[in-house]
């Protein structure tokens, strides 16, 4: 146990405003189970409109950008020759300020109110997106203006994730976290799905107006969220049950962190009566070294590139791309590349699903990186000959690609970020998060711009690069899938392994 005097002491979380307003959610007349649910949900509902509020570029890329049977459509200064790569730069401007952003806010995000913290990035968010889509009504033509527009909003929305996964590590343990947090990581398909049925649906009125629907509803989301999100059980006066109770719980709700069983009563003791009392956040660059975070953090690097250029392009390519022989409008395109995402909902709960029964986070995602590269392939070679083989090709591709995604920057990241190897440090969760999903935002910003620049040259140029981007996502977990089934063969299952762990 640390020296009392070497702990930090902060101010303890208060209670949302809600908890004021309604005496009655307070326990004991809401039980710990509503306030898991609720929090659940809150989360939910607020990375959706993190995810909604980014699609609208996506969806617009193909009125914005040059038509070769239309050279007169688009939005100067996207309509030129040059006009993919123009959008290949808008994507990289919003996702490197939301990588760089993410690392410091996983850093400050330890280290104040999750719930305020996340609230500034929601409104933040609404903000720069209603001003991007204020540029359709003043007939703005500027490029640095939508670039500053895309690098304001990127920063804001990095606070996001790092929040409520560390809210959510706060409120649910070990013990089944890979299903939750597969079930609970649907939000960013969920998201997409509405962001591409909002855009998708006002484009004949103006493409402003899909950024304007979007800007407003992440802003009405953050009121719900700055009212009632409880950032973790201790803050109402609530703990753990028992079989999750092997864990020490910052006021700040960063991370459960597992206790040794050795450890004496008279620590404990202290402990509890010390709950103000929580030891420094972890470093930056010890969180990147503690084991299994740097091969995680560069496998989600490629992981993601792959998810974001289906993310930003998708649309694009399928209005580009003559299905049974007919084009489809910007409009269809929208609402048909939703496809992707719901496989990609199916996809995150199976992975988890999958990675808590074998328990085996790296087997689990390097399974569907490696059947994500044939599903590819053949969404490539045959999904333009009917609509069908379009619609079935996509959803298998979403559930291939989106499972390790989901997984690794839900589970993976929170048994990370609350591994014993901190010793007692249960400030790190926010930290490893921010690392993991930080570095995979870099991938994840260079995609779209490859995308945009290698797309002019053909759309096979497009897949290469992202096979060849899921062939080293998977060989940059064989040491991590090794060391898995090792530690299974040591513990007397999967014996019919012993070959490769050896």
């Not at 009917?386 to 996509?394: A, F, K, R």
Request: with cysteine.
């Amino acid at each position: 146990m640390k020296d009392p005097e070497t702990l930090t002491l902060d101010p303890p979380p208060q209670p949302p405003p809600a908890f004021s307003l309604f005496p009655t959610l307070n326990p004991p007349h809401k039980t710990l189970t509503f306030h898991k649910i609720s929090t659940l949900l809150i989360t939910f509902i607020a990375y959706a409109a993190f995810h909604a509020s980014r699609k609208p570029p996506s969806i617009v890329k193909s009125v914005l950008g040059p038509d070769p049977n239309s050279p007169l459509d688009g939005w100067p200064p996207f309509n030129s020759a040059r006009g993919p790569h123009r959008l290949g730069e808008l994507d990289l401007a919003f996702l490197s300020a939301y990588a760089i952003g993410m690392y410091l806010s996983g850093h400050v995000g330890d280290r104040i109110d999750l719930r305020v913290f996340l609230t500034i990035g929601m409104i933040g968010s609404g903000v720069f997106t209603v001003l991007f889509g204020l540029g359709f009504w003043l007939d703005v033509h500027s490029l640095r203006y939508f670039i500053m527009i895309q690098i304001c909003c990127g920063g804001f929305q990095s606070i996001g994730w790092p929040c409520v996964v560390a809210v959510m590590g706060n409120w649910f343990g070990k013990s089944k976290r890979g299903l939750i947090m597969g079930v609970w990581n649907s939000h960013t398909s969920v998201g997409n799905i509405i962001g591409s049925i909002i855009a998708s649906s006002v484009l004949g009125f103006g493409w402003g107006w899909a950024f304007l629907l979007a800007g407003i509803l992440i802003v009405l989301i953050s009121i719900i969220v700055f009212l009632f999100l409880v950032v973790n059980p201790e803050t109402i006066g609530l703990t753990l049950p028992s079989e999750e109770e092997e864990a020490e719980i910052s006021n700040e709700g960063i991370a459960l962190v597992t206790l040794q069983k050795a450890e004496s009563e008279d620590d404990d003791d202290e402990s509890s009566s010390n709950n103000i009392s929580s030891p420094p956040a972890i470093g930056f660059l010890e969180a990147w070294r503690l084991p299994g975070v740097a091969p995680f953090a560069f496998c989600l690097f490629f992981s993601k590139l792959v998810a974001y250029t289906f993310l930003y392009w998708l649309p694009f390519y399928i209005s580009h791309t003559a299905v049974a022989g007919e084009h489809l409008s910007h409009k269809t395109a929208g609402i048909l590349s939703t496809i992707f995402d719901i496989g990609g909902v199916i996809g995150g709960i199976l992975a988890g699903f999958i990675s808590d029964q074998i328990e085996a986070r790296a087997v689990t995602s390097v399974i569907f990186l490696t059947l994500s590269i044939p599903a590819l392939i053949f969404y490539r070679l045959y999904g333009s000959i009917s609509m069908m083989n379009n619609i079935v090709l996509m959803f298998l591709s979403g559930l291939l690609v989106n499972g390790p995604y989901a997984l690794i920057t839900t589970a993976v990241a929170a048994d990370l970020g609350t591994q014993t190897s901190i010793n007692g440090n249960s400030r790190a969760l926010a930290t490893v998060s921010a690392i993991i999903d930080g570095t995979g935002s870099i991938g994840a910003a260079l995609g779209p711009l490859l995308a945009g620049y290698i797309s002019t040259r053909g759309w096979n140029s497009v897949f290469f690069m992202l096979i060849l981007s899921l062939c080293i996502a998977g060989l940059l977990l064989v040491r991590v899938v090794r060391s898995e089934i090792k530690g299974k063969v040591n513990e007397g299952k999967w014996l019919w392994f012993s070959g490769i762990a050896c």
